[in-house]
């Protein structure tokens, strides 16, 4: 593990690299990737350059925008002023576009449309001459591995850029990407930085993530950072299991998750690992919607987590679907695909998730209060226990740092 003192040393030693710039918008994660030290690198970034740091864009990408307590907590001494919030519907300028020749090779003939690439139009009428784009690198359900020009594309990225670039993932199999730095999602999002975003002056921090804190920071401008840190990620960040799990229980931090748009890591993160008719507990006692943004919220209440293809059929049948290509991907990811059975445990203050509206989408719901007290949360340990009654139980404290699988089901 990386000491801060040592993380703080290497990172300015690379801006020092670089030079002195003028200009510089920071491009950070939100605070659904709080325990990235993405904010801490920010905060250090913008002690560094002082009044020459004129923006802040978090990567919200679909997620709604920052509070007020969120945005001390995670960034620390940097003035609120100077955040903006990244409005993914409306803010956004298109680059160019990746041929859909392209995307059907990359998609094995299932996909043949156009991918736009699209960014915050601040990226290109803000004249900067530096964009920081700082994050994790870690195993994600859409691209592969998370970060490096995911947080331009995705986090800064457009409605029909996310739409679609979601949906390739999805299509192409989230278990064949899961832990690889080199999927059609990635190549996709490449195609795009070297044809139309070579001009931008983008300049990578990515952290990789312990069990213990930073174990790896890697800069640069090119992709060889990020390939460097997907090494030591799938390392720190990818447990491979013997054998399949057949009791999963996953907790999901109030504060990080209030909704199943991204509570279902611990369902993306997990299904490889999951035995068939095996069971995934989520205690979720901040869970209050579905989707964070309105439309993504009625579709799920709408459609449900009912399998890929019945998913896929709604998009062939259903033009909101076909148009909201993300909540389709999510749909997909968010589903056991019938293997095993997935029980969201929410909280029971008012404003949560209430037994109907869990049941409505094709999860089972458990009692808050009677699983805390049967699994006793307080004294589980990181993966494997043993009960007092003789059940095994393998327990998952955020979801979000992690991948599993089981080596049977990872070679599959």
């Known amino acids: 593990m990386m000491t801060p003192e040592e993380i703080k040393y290497q990172f300015y030693t690379a801006l020092d690299g670089l030079g002195n710039r003028d200009r510089v918008l920071i491009v950070p ?43 001390l907590k995670m960034f620390g001494k940097v003035p609120e002023s100077l955040f903006v919030v990244h409005k993914w519907r409306t803010d956004v300028i298109t680059l160019g576009e990746v041929p859909g020749q392209y995307v059907s090779e990359l998609t094995e003939g299932k996909l043949n449309f156009s991918w736009p690439v699209q960014v915050n139009k601040i990226l290109i009428e803000g004249n900067y001459d530096l964009i920081l784009s700082i994050g994790q690198v870690v195993p994600h359900e859409v691209v592969g591995m998370a970060n490096h020009n995911k947080n331009i594309f995705v986090g800064t990225g457009g409605a029909e850029g996310i739409n679609k670039s979601h949906f390739v993932g999805a299509v192409y199999g989230m278990e064949r990407m899961m ?46 950072c990020f390939n460097q840190a997907s090494v030591l990620a799938l390392k720190e960040n990818f447990k491979m299991l013997d054998k399949p799990l057949n009791k999963v229980l996953v907790y999901l931090d109030p504060e990080e998750f209030k909704s199943t748009w991204l509570g279902n890591k611990s369902i993306y993160r997990t299904r490889m690992a999951m035995a068939d008719e095996g069971e995934l507990i989520v205690m979720a006692p ?20 009912r399998g890929t293809e019945t998913t896929l059929e709604g998009v062939k049948t259903q033009d909101e679907l076909m148009n909201n290509l993300s909540a389709a991907a999510h749909l997909i990811h968010g589903s056991s695909e019938n293997r095993f059975t997935i029980r969201y445990c929410p909280g029971k203050k008012t404003g949560n998730l209430s037994r109907e509206e869990i049941e409505s989408v094709g999860f089972k719901w458990g009692d808050y209060d009677e699983y805390s007290k049967k699994y006793q949360l307080s004294e589980l340990v990181p993966g494997y226990n043993r009960l007092s009654g003789g059940e095994e139980l393998y327990y998952i404290d955020n979801p979000a740092l992690g991948l599993w699988a089981s080596k049977d089901r990872f070679k599959k």
Do not use: C, N
């Open 29 to 71: 994660p939100d605070f659904t990737r709080y325990h990235s030290f993405a904010g801490k690198l920010t905060e250090w970034a913008w002690e560094y350059y002082g009044d020459k740091v004129k923006a802040i864009l978090p990567a919200l990408g679909t997620h709604t925008g920052m509070t007020s307590d969120q945005i």
């Open 179 to 224: 832990g690889k730095s080199d999927t059609p999602v990635r190549r996709m999002f490449d195609y795009g930085s070297e044809h139309f975003a070579k001009e931008l002056p983008i300049f990578y921090a990515l952290t990789v993530i312990g069990s213990d804190g930073v174990s790896g920071l890697f800069t640069g401008f090119d992709k060889e």
């Open 286 to 305: 901040g869970l209050i919607e579905f989707g964070e943004d309105k439309e993504i919220d009625r579709l799920i209440r709408k459609y449900g987590y």
